[in-house]
């Protein structure tokens, strides 16, 4: 029991470090990557500083989607509490859309806490109304508004996203499974720029050896 609290508790933690440091890199990136870029030929600082801003705007995305998905999550669960009588509704609600944001666990343990307080305020009948909600509020997340969001911002396919959260949760914990989908999405426009370099039919071709 407590070895689960104290997982959930470092993905909480783990969850707001990585949102501060994304929202400190996207507005100091710029600042720091130009001491970066005066190092660089002109093409070249031209070719990252395109990927740079793509790249800032995919982690971006990604963690505004994100928050975007917990607090319809809060929200779903708030409404049917508030709709059962349910006491602490709003609490609940926002308890829920936090532990939302934590990978793997969070989503259960938010579910778990609000069906709980239903059974205990509320009688049978809510909780089973609880545990309904959650199940198909579950499925619509992760089949629907998930794989909308990363395919706008991150461009990862549904199969490329969970082998990203697999990887990274057997690697780095909750904290992996936290930073590997908006990674993925980095090291996939950096090799489509890559890819982009190599097959331009404008760059400079080696001159053929003479004999």
Avoid at 121 to 148: S, W
Avoid at 191 to 204: F, L, M, N, T, W
Wanted: aromatic residues 6%.
């Amino acid at each position: 029991m407590f070895g689960a609290a104290g997982r959930f508790v470092n993905g909480v933690v783990a969850t707001l470090t990585v949102l501060f440091l994304t929202l400190f890199l996207m507005f100091e990136l710029p600042a720091m990557s130009r001491g970066l870029l005066s190092l660089l030929t002109e093409d070249d600082a031209a070719r990252v500083r395109l990927v740079a801003a793509d790249v800032n705007r995919s982690i971006g995305g990604y963690v505004l989607g994100n928050l975007a998905i917990s607090v319809i999550a809060g929200a779903t669960v708030g409404i049917s509490l508030w709709i059962l009588g349910v006491p602490y509704a709003a609490a609940l609600a926002v308890f829920m859309g936090v532990c939302d944001l934590v990978p793997l666990v969070g989503a259960t343990v938010g579910a778990l806490a609000a069906i709980g307080v239903a059974f205990a305020a509320q009688g049978v009948t809510a909780g089973i109304v609880m545990i309904v909600v959650n199940v198909v509020y579950q499925q619509f997340e992760n089949h629907i508004l998930q794989p909308i969001v990363y395919r706008k911002t991150v461009q990862l396919s549904a199969f490329l996203v969970l082998v990203a959260v697999l990887v990274g949760g057997e690697l780095m914990g909750v904290l992996g499974a936290l930073v590997a989908i908006p990674i993925a999405g980095s090291i996939q426009l950096v090799v489509r720029e890559i890819r982009a370099g190599v097959a331009d039919p404008a760059a400079p071709q080696p001159e053929p050896e003479p004999g």
